[in-house]
C-alpha cells in the first residue's frame, strides 16, 4: 500500500470511529441531494485536495492539503437560511478529533502516517443549502506524510 493509500485508509478509518459511529463515511465527493440521511443522520467524505506529484525517494515530508466534509440535514423547521450551530459545533469537534487521532496514528511497521499537521492551515468552513436542507462543515488541513 502506497503512503498516500495508508494516509487516507487511516483517515477514513479515523472518521468511521467517531463516537457513537454516527457518520457514513466515504472517500471522494458525495452528492448530497441523493444522500440517504434518513439511513444514516450524518456523512464524511474524505477528500485528497491537493498534493505533491514530483516526490523525492525517501518520502520525507511530502505536502498534501486533506479535506473532511461533514454534512447532516437542516432542522426541519428550517424556512430561512439558518443553521443549528450546536450541530456544527459538534461536527467541528469531531472533526478535531478526527485529525488528533491522525497525528497519532502509525502504519503496520509502526512508522507514523504522517509527520505532522500544519497548524496554520487548518481551516474551517461552514455550509448550507436550503434548497437540499443539508448544513455542515468542511475542515481542510495541511500535512507531510
Not at 468542511?138 to 500535512?143: G, H
Request: aromatic share 8%.
Amino acid at each position: 500500500m502506497s503512503p498516500r493509500h495508508t494516509l487516507l485508509a487511516t483517515l477514513k478509518k479515523l472518521a468511521e470511529e467517531v463516537p457513537p459511529r454516527k457518520y457514513f463515511v466515504t472517500r471522494g465527493p458525495v452528492n448530497w441531494l441523493t444522500f440517504d440521511f434518513a439511513r444514516h443522520a450524518c456523512g464524511i467524505a474524505v477528500r485528497f485536495e491537493d498534493g505533491q506529484l514530483l516526490r523525492s525517494a525517501d518520502r520525507v515530508g511530502i505536502p498534501a492539503v486533506l479535506a473532511l466534509d461533514l454534512v447532516t440535514t437542516l432542522p426541519d423547521d428550517a424556512t430561512e437560511p439558518g443553521i443549528d450551530d450546536t450541530v456544527l459545533d459538534r461536527m467541528i469537534d469531531d472533526a478535531e478529533a478526527i485529525i488528533r487521532g491522525l497525528t497519532a496514528s502509525s502504519d503496520t511497521n509502526g512508522d507514523p502516517v504522517i509527520f505532522g499537521v500544519k497548524p496554520s492551515s487548518t481551516r474551517i468552513v461552514e455550509f448550507y443549502d436550503l434548497n437540499l436542507g443539508v448544513q455542515g462543515v468542511i475542515a481542510t488541513f495541511e500535512v507531510s506524510y
